[in-house]
């Protein structure tokens, strides 16, 4: 049987197009998927991510216990509120997931998990509080008496709509910069996302998500669903966890080296196969310069040897079929390599893996 999060009674209510997302009851989408990609580009789109796992980590060893688990370095966080995207790695160095954690008091932090790696990810940490030895307690808030809704709130005119609705949160949350939260009241808003746009990820306890969902959708906000959220984080050129890398792909050859910090004297799990093992391949970005889509698992071709596309579509901001793809190291932006579609070989051109933000193309 299907999960399903807080809001299922609200996407049918809305006649959303419902579909199995990793075990989850999940909308695609509403109705057109390109006027919603739009509508976060250019105006406000609303997404539920309940399906996604938070996580409290609250201890006297916080601290310590995450310095330890992640590649990325938690002694960047010194203010009250901030996040740090970062990876959790196996002792081979590859991705076990990517999250975010969010820093709140020396002895409290909140970590965002992938929804179809959230028991694994549990399980790890656990595993690591037990053989480290250390004072963390932690809690996942999905499921359960305590659970949380999220709600995803992305756009140019975002956090405007946000403050139409939640006009107590106008005060704590105008002054965010990226990659911040404030908490207000039985609300947990961070500025950060997954569309390239600006917005915030509004957490509260589940009974409250679906009246908030309704009051954001009064107010003029578009439901959004998974078909969207998809394109405008290639657009981004934000990874997906499960197609652009997963346990067996290291953040090296995952675009993702500025998260892993290898210049301290600091230790963590999977550093010393890192260390060792070093760039093997570069994710770089891909325009079709022929007819046809990009897809996953596509063999590009180039003078260095071949790659593989990990996430392909057409792009409804460029009006071009883009890809993100993990490449020779030889391979440098701007140049023409062929991509094998079903059989026959088209040209595409090397891009930056970054198409679009902020409400327009960047290629």
């Known amino acids: 049987m299907l999960k399903k999060t807080v809001l299922n009674a609200a996407h049918r209510a809305m006649n959303a197009r419902m579909v199995d997302f990793g075990g989850w009851d999940m909308p695609v989408n509403y109705g057109s998927q390109i006027e919603e990609h739009n509508a976060v580009r250019n105006n406000c789109g609303m997404f539920d991510v309940s399906h996604m796992c938070p996580v409290d980590v609250v201890g006297a060893d916080c601290r310590a216990f995450l310095s330890r688990l992640v590649a990325n370095d938690v002694a960047k966080l010194k203010v009250s509120g901030k996040a740090l995207y970062a990876a959790m790695l196996n002792d081979a160095g590859s991705v076990i997931d990517d999250l975010i954690i969010y820093f709140l008091t020396d002895t409290r932090f909140r970590i965002v998990v992938n929804a179809g790696?959230?028991?694994?990810?549990?399980?790890?940490?656990?595993?690591?509080?037990?053989?480290?030895?250390?004072?963390?307690?932690?809690?996942?808030?999905?499921?359960?008496?305590?659970?949380?809704?999220?709600?995803?709130?992305?756009?140019?005119?975002?956090?405007?709509?946000?403050?139409?609705?939640?006009?107590?949160?106008?005060?704590?949350?105008?002054?965010?910069?990226?990659f911040f939260a404030a908490e207000v009241d039985q609300y947990f808003i961070a500025s950060t996302g997954y569309t390239g746009e600006d917005g915030y990820e509004i957490m509260l306890p589940a009974g409250e998500a679906e009246a908030l969902w309704n009051k954001l959708n009064a107010a003029g906000v578009a439901p959004c669903g998974l078909g969207a959220r998809d394109t405008l984080r290639l657009e981004a050129g934000m990874n997906l966890y499960g197609q652009d890398m997963d346990e067996t792909v290291s953040p090296l050859d995952a675009g993702l080296a500025w998260t892993v910090s290898l210049n301290t004297e600091r230790d963590f799990v999977g550093k010393a196969a890192l260390l060792a093992n070093g760039q093997q391949k570069q994710f770089l970005?891909?325009?079709?310069?022929?007819?046809?889509?990009?897809?996953?698992?596509?063999?590009?071709?180039?003078?260095?040897?071949?790659?593989?596309?990990?996430?392909?579509?057409?792009?409804?901001?460029?009006?071009?079929?883009?890809?993100?793809?993990?490449?020779?190291?030889?391979?440098?932006?701007?140049?023409?390599?062929?991509?094998?579609?079903?059989?026959?070989?088209?040209?595409?051109?090397?891009?930056k893996p970054v198409f679009a933000r902020n409400g327009k193309a960047v290629q």
């Open 117 to 178: 790696t959230a028991e694994k990810d549990l399980a790890w940490m656990q595993a690591k509080v037990a053989e480290w030895k250390l004072d963390v307690t932690i809690t996942q808030r999905r499921d359960g008496t305590s659970n949380l809704g999220i709600i995803a709130v992305q756009g140019p005119n975002a956090r405007v709509k946000v403050w139409e609705v939640l006009p107590q949160a106008k005060a704590a949350t105008e002054g965010l910069k990226a």
């Open 285 to 351: 970005g891909l325009i079709l310069l022929d007819k046809g889509v990009l897809r996953g698992h596509q063999k590009v071709m180039t003078a260095h040897g071949d790659g593989e596309i990990t996430s392909g579509s057409f792009s409804p901001t460029l009006q071009q079929s883009i890809a993100l793809a993990r490449l020779p190291l030889g391979v440098q932006i701007g140049d023409e390599v062929d991509v094998d579609i079903r059989g026959k070989t088209l040209k595409a051109k090397v891009t």
